[in-house]
């Protein structure tokens, strides 16, 4: 494992967040304003949902294919969650550091916490909704879930953000979108800019950043 204080070439950064808070809207926001950004699309057995395509949204996979990847190391984290299993690419980590680029991961907090143990490097970054009141609209707002599932939901959700507040680098608060994108974009840039991160071999200082 990497030691704690060494910061390798690339930023990972992961965005966890409740459903309904908005995390996959800044991601890919973030995404668009970042041209040498890498998305990481996750792998999963589960089918697709309404208008979910392949490599867009998710990987599709059965289950014998998604424990061929387990077996050939390919996942940098994986999980089963509500008897289906997900997992985040070890490519995209790779292509990240060889380019010295940023790699964005759209993950639940079980799967950045298993990125953060194997790359204490990572940035973790966890979206809050301003209230459970707001969450719950929000989900209602979507008219695609029963009552029971958006019970559900929001058992989760406060489960979610529970842990998320405790391990998280950062928390940005999604009150108002292009605030909390701007304090997104700004972990983003100050990140890059942390000694260690950028390449100063050119000055012949005889020194390392």
Not at 39 to 44: A, D, Q, R, Y
Not at 175 to 193: I, P, Q
């Amino acid at each position: 494992m990497n030691a704690p204080n060494v910061l390798q070439p690339g930023l990972l950064l992961v965005l966890s967040a409740p459903s309904g808070a908005g995390k996959t809207t800044l991601a890919h926001r973030l995404l668009k304003d970042t041209p040498d950004a890498v998305f990481s699309i996750s792998v999963t057995t589960r089918r697709p949902r309404g208008k979910e395509r392949e490599g867009v949204d998710y990987h599709f996979v059965d289950v014998a294919t998604f424990q061929q990847k387990i077996e050939r190391g390919e996942f940098v984290e994986w999980a089963e969650v509500h008897s289906h299993f997900y997992g985040s690419l070890q490519s995209v980590v790779d292509e990240a550091r060889a380019r010295k680029s940023v790699a964005i991961f759209d993950i639940d907090v079980q799967g950045g916490q298993a990125i953060k143990r194997k790359h204490p490097d990572a940035v973790t970054i966890f979206v809050l909704p301003p209230s459970m009141e707001e969450l719950e609209r929000r989900l209602r707002d979507r008219q695609t879930d029963s009552d029971e599932t958006i019970r559900r939901r929001m058992l989760a959700a406060r489960s979610e953000m529970e842990r998320g507040i405790a391990s998280y680098d950062y928390i940005v608060v999604n009150d108002d979108f292009e605030r909390a994108y701007s304090e997104l974009r700004s972990v983003v840039v100050a990140e890059r800019c942390r000694r260690g991160r950028v390449d100063v071999s050119k000055l012949g200082l005889g020194v390392e950043s």
